[in-house]
């Protein structure tokens, strides 16, 4: 049996399997006994928990918490929402769309954890949003519709599903004259690097004519590990670039240190940082995010001057209406009918031509 199928037969989702990893408090155990919602993570992910610190970050990412039934920010209905359900009754419900040449296709809804803050949490967490995922039906939409030229495989996570539905899936992708780019949304790079396996490196590698993409999320440097770095060190061997779709998450990861760490760490292990997604209007997750304002001075005053522009994610927050960016221009100071006054990291001032 290959590593990850046995990590994932032994996915830690009781009570009586955590307090083996971890010694609950009151309040952990009290969200566990109350709340009706799907939990849990591979023994590896688990592994990384802080046995005594409830606010330890990965900790905080995996159980559940009493404040996710505080909801003020949170919207009803928000998957349908965001991906315009209610509007375009005309897409299988695989299918997401809200750009003209792109779309999120949900193959599936498991995941090898459970993001406490997901987005989809309506869908993949608390169940209640019942969706079909046909691939079939999918796939026939995807060959209909000749606009579409790059494709979003998503979930949950698809690289649970097993290499020969994979190999299936991508090899219909690629036969779309159409298509021009496949991308994977995967976390398994981080809460299940060993799915990397020279089997699934065989059906993602070699040469094509429509390349394959990958995004994982990593919000915290303590979910970087060196099996982590291993996993993406062989998905460059066989092509696969790999980025990283952190989510600023208040507690986790919304202060200087560990924003810097976390963005300079990725790095060392081949991991580009691409966005850094404001937390989104799902409900039951007002405990985790930040003012929207909180990421741009996280990239300015952590980031800015003080390591290299690789490190730097672009800050966004995901709409209905497709990703809007939500960085100012901290660094125009002054314009002026001859010039441009402009500040450094430091401070420190300079000018430039105005060119009209």
């Known amino acids: 049996m290959e ?25 952990e155990e009290e969200a566990l006994a109350r709340l009706n919602t799907r939990w849990g993570a591979t023994p590896y992910f688990a592994s990384l928990m802080d046995r005594d610190d409830p606010d330890c970050p990965v900790r905080k990412q995996i159980i559940p918490s009493l404040k996710e039934l505080e909801n003020r920010y949170g919207m009803k209905d928000y998957l349908i929402f965001h991906e315009n359900r ?25 995941c090898a954890s459970y993001c406490r803050h997901c987005f989809r949490r309506e869908m993949v967490v608390d169940r209640e949003l019942k969706l079909r995922f046909d691939v079939e039906e999918g796939l026939k939409w995807i060959r209909q519709n000749r606009e579409i030229r790059d494709v979003l495989v998503t979930g949950g996570d698809p690289f649970l599903l097993s290499d020969q539905r994979l190999e299936y899936l991508i090899a ?3 036969e779309i004259d159409h298509v021009k780019m496949i991308r994977f949304g995967t976390r ?15 059906i993602l590698g070699r040469y094509h004519r429509v ?76 405990h985790f995010r930040t003012p929207v304002e909180k990421g741009s001075q996280l990239i300015r005053d952590a980031l800015q001057g003080h390591t290299t522009g690789l490190a730097r994610p672009h800050h966004v927050i995901a709409t209905n209406i497709g990703k809007i960016p939500l960085m100012p221009d901290h660094y125009i100071t002054e314009k002026t009918d001859t010039e441009y006054r402009l500040k450094n990291y430091k401070g420190e001032e300079t000018s430039l031509p105005n060119v009209v």
């Open 86 to 110: 209610a509007v375009e009754s005309n897409r299988p419900d695989c299918i997401a769309q809200q750009y003209t040449d792109r779309v999120a296709f949900t193959v599936i809804d498991r």
């Open 211 to 286: 390349p394959i993409w990958i995004n994982t999320q990593c919000n915290h440097p303590k979910e970087i590990t060196e099996t982590t770095a291993k996993a993406v060190f062989d998905l460059l061997r066989c092509g696969i670039n790999v980025g990283n779709q952190a989510v600023l998450l208040k507690g986790i990861n919304d202060d200087v240190p560990t924003f810097r760490e976390l963005h300079q760490k990725l790095l060392t292990v081949r991991i580009r940082p691409y966005y850094l997604f404001y937390c989104e209007a799902a409900p039951g997750i007002d």
């Open 172 to 174: 219909k992708l690629r």
């Open 188 to 202: 398994t790079v981080i809460n299940l690097p060993q799915r990397i396996t020279p089997g699934l490196m065989k």
């Open 3 to 27: 590593e990850w199928i046995d990590q994932m037969q032994g996915f830690i989702n009781t009570p009586e399997q955590l307090k083996d990893m971890i010694n609950l408090n009151e309040q």
